[in-house]
């Protein structure tokens, strides 16, 4: 309990201190899985908190077909999936971050846009129309820091220079592009398998 909380207290240091921090982090032991863990959980259930309750002044969601869990998993989606197409292009780029060591990256670089989204949420329904722009900026803020976290985090896990690393970034979200691309065909193939094997059952079953 004690190395969580002082890890926890890391973390601090990690979002202000990115380059140091992520080494410290990846190199000398100081991550957290566990903490990775509970931020990514702590971020899905966020996405849902905000989906129902951001003020109605900047909620334009529908609150009848909402799904707790689909929105759970759908906040949570595009980090597994940019960690899992970013691994997949450490052995092109030669990287040496392992799949966990990007989670990490992302998990502690989600930390401050956490923190302001709750405080969006909170101040969304109490502000004026007028003011709503000033909450848009610092969600704005969040996200910037976000992708600052990040690009510094795989800068230091994969060893890259800055120009290395925006070249495998932009090869990453090449990659999760054909990773949908190729779950969606095969999950299409499985329902027509299924589909076929279903009919020639019925009709077996009719003779």
């Known amino acids: 309990?004690?190395?969580?909380?002082?890890?926890?207290?890391?973390?601090?240091?990690?979002?202000?201190?990115?380059?140091?921090?992520?080494?410290?982090?990846?190199?000398?032991?100081?991550?957290?899985?566990?903490?990775?863990?509970?931020?990514?959980?702590?971020?899905?259930?966020?996405?849902?908190v905000s989906y129902q309750y951001t003020g109605y002044i900047m909620n334009d969601n529908a609150m009848f077909n909402m799904n707790s869990v689909t929105t759970f998993i759908f906040g949570l989606?595009?980090?597994?999936?940019?960690?899992?197409?970013?691994?997949?292009?450490?052995a092109i780029f030669e990287g040496s971050g392992k799949f966990l060591d990007i989670c990490l990256v992302l998990a502690y670089s989600l930390f401050p846009k956490l923190v302001i989204d709750i405080i969006v949420v909170i101040f969304s329904n109490i502000v004026t129309e007028e003011e709503t722009m000033i909450l848009t900026a610092v969600q704005m803020i969040g996200l910037i820091w976000f992708c600052f976290l990040v690009f510094s985090g795989l800068c230091v896990i994969h060893e890259y220079g800055a120009g290395r690393n925006l070249a495998m970034i932009i090869a990453t979200f090449v990659a999760a592009v054909v990773i949908i691309f190729l779950a969606t065909l095969y999950v299409t193939l499985v329902e027509k398998v299924v589909g076929f094997v279903s009919d020639l059952v019925t009709e077996l079953a009719k003779r």
């Open 1 to 48: 309990m004690k190395k969580f909380a002082e890890d926890f207290k890391y973390l601090g240091h990690v979002i202000f201190h990115p380059f140091d921090g992520f080494y410290e982090a990846r190199f000398r032991g100081k991550g957290n899985l566990l903490l990775v863990a509970l931020i990514f959980l702590a971020s899905g259930i966020m996405n849902i």
């Open 77 to 90: 989606f595009p980090y597994l999936l940019f960690a899992l197409s970013n691994w997949s292009m450490t």
